[in-house]
T-cell receptor, first 110, second 114 residues
Framework: KNEVEQSPQNLTAQEGEFITINCSYS?????LHWLQQHPGGGIVSLFM???GKKKHGRLIATINIQEKHSSLHITASHPRDSAVYIC????????????FGTGTRLTIIP | KAGVTQTPRYLIKTRGQQVTLSCSPI?????VSWYQQTPGQGLQFLFE???????NKGNFPGRFSGRQFSNSRSEMNVSTLELGDSALYLC?????????????FGPGTRLTVL
């Protein structure tokens, strides 16, 4: 079982829909990161959180430490939101590193 | 503030050769991490450098090595290239420990091994 599981793997939605991407992890973490990767490879950090909820524009990230679960929400989705969204957890027990989920490919249709 | 830069952006090598990739972090960032991204394995951590010292290392063979200079610029080297080393290599910089500091990623170097 992977340490970081994301769902769904692929998501296609109509413009304007509310989007939810889920991330579950099985290890103790220091923080959880949500990343966005556009075609061509560039990765942008969207959020880093260790508790509660963060909001930036139309993006909202939440984390439940007890349940080892995080969600990324996109409100009023737009075709420019089409990208791969990657969840990563930071662990610092012994060997510190980021461990990544396999990503969710989001396609927003106009 | 300039972002993270990586050179070269594209590279084609043949099996058995070696390659050196370069990463210049954001000014003031002392931590540089390297990652390999492949379609099959996704993103995987290679190693992290801080103040010229390798602080953490992923599960990669010894053919993968790196170093960091006093100005925080970092290089990674892959010797005796194999076909399976074809990947996008990304570096990321942060103020300190990557597990709980925002990571700023470079555009990546796409390596093709023939």
């Amino acid at each position: 079982k992977n340490e970081v599981e994301q769902s769904p793997q692929n998501l296609t939605a109509q413009e304007g829909e509310f989007i939810t991407i889920n991330c579950s992890y099985s290890v103790g973490i220091s923080a959880l990161h949500w990343l966005q990767q556009h075609p061509g490879g560039g990765i942008v950090s969207l959020f880093m959180l260790s508790s509660g909820k963060k909001k930036h524009g139309r993006l909202i990230a939440t984390i439940n430490i007890q349940e080892k679960h995080s969600s990324l929400h996109i409100t009023a989705s737009h075709p420019r939101d089409s990208a791969v969204y990657i969840c990563a957890v930071g662990t610092n027990f012994g060997n510190e590193k980021l461990t990544f989920g396999t990503g969710t490919r989001l396609t927003i249709i106009p | 503030k300039a972002g993270v830069t990586q050179t070269p952006r594209y590279l084609i090598k043949t099996r058995g050769q070696q390659v050196t990739l370069s990463c210049s972090p954001i000014s003031g960032h002392r931590s540089v991490s390297w990652y390999q991204q492949t379609p099959g394995q996704g993103l995987q951590f290679l190693f992290e450098y801080f103040s010229e010292t390798q602080r953490n290392k992923g599960n990669f063979p010894g053919r993968f090595s790196g170093r960091q200079f006093s100005n925080s610029r970092s290089e990674m080297n892959v010797s005796t290239l194999e076909l399976g080393d074809s990947a996008l290599y990304l570096c990321a910089s942060s103020l300190d420990r990557p597990s709980y500091n925002e990571q700023f990623f470079g555009p990546g170097t796409r390596l093709t091994v023939l």
